[in-house]
């Protein structure tokens, strides 16, 4: 397992982060107690393969125990590829995220938010001297935030971008999840040829059969220029995931035949690809 141990001053942004890491498939805790980090480690360690990835995020929440946290990180480090990362903004910042929130600072200093403030910085210091990365987002967008995380871990965009694509049949209804539906019922159907009717486009013949046409080779290509040039516009606007339906009447000849090529196409330009065919069963 990797650990990415997450920390830092309150209002800087751990709970964005910890989104990034949960959009990334990790087993995430947040405001988890020091004490504890061994103890999951090897609860954790006994179900193989599982959890191959852990983002916890630890602050002042915690109290006193904040402490503990670089002893556990040393424990940490002797059986496991740990990352400490400490999220940082300045003080006006964190006084205006805290104005616009109306929540209460954890420490709650009698003296006001800005005494809370600052005796939190000198409570984690030592956590930011030690930090592997210290990120001050005084200045980042969500988007940017989670960027730098995807260069701190060497994150290509396309790789962390998941495309779904989905077959189905248009007399079951439009897949309520879908972002971008296509009606592939213009092409010649395998329905109407005896020995295919019984088929599905996972089989060959029924796939050469629907791409046997140049307008279904005319349209894929198409199909393929259009959601590549998308992707990424998606991806700048912060979008984690994109649903892609093709629907033919009753999802499984066509519909199955031009999800699967998509999915292929796509993961041969480097994107995160699965697939289901919803209909194909029915």
Known sequence: MDFTILTGM????KTKAIQFFEDMNYFCIDNMPPALIPMLANMLGTVKDKFRNVALVVDIRVGDMINELLG????????????????DADDDTLVRRYKETRRSHPLNNPKGLLASIKEERRITQKLRDAADYVIDTSRFTTKQLHDR??????????????????????????????????DVRCFPNPFY???????????????????????????????????EYLIPLYIEEGKKSLVIATGCTGGHHRSVTFANLLAQRLADNGYNVATEHRDINI
């Not at 556990?72 to 999220?87: A, P, S």
């Open 10 to 13: 309150s209002g800087s942004g």
């Open 72 to 87: 556990q990180i040393d424990e940490l480090k002797m059986v496991y590829d740990v990352r400490l990362i400490f999220l």
């Open 149 to 182: 995380f995807m260069d701190i871990y060497n994150i290509q965009s396309n790789a962390a971008f998941e495309v779904m694509t989905v077959s189905f049949g248009f007399k079951h209804g439009i897949p309520a999840d879908a972002d971008l539906v296509f």
């Open 193 to 227: 040829i005896s020995e295919l009717k019984h088929k599905t486009g996972n089989d060959e013949e029924v796939r050469d059969f629907v791409m046997s046409s140049k307008a279904a080779q005319t349209f894929f290509e198409k199909l393929v220029d259009m959601v």
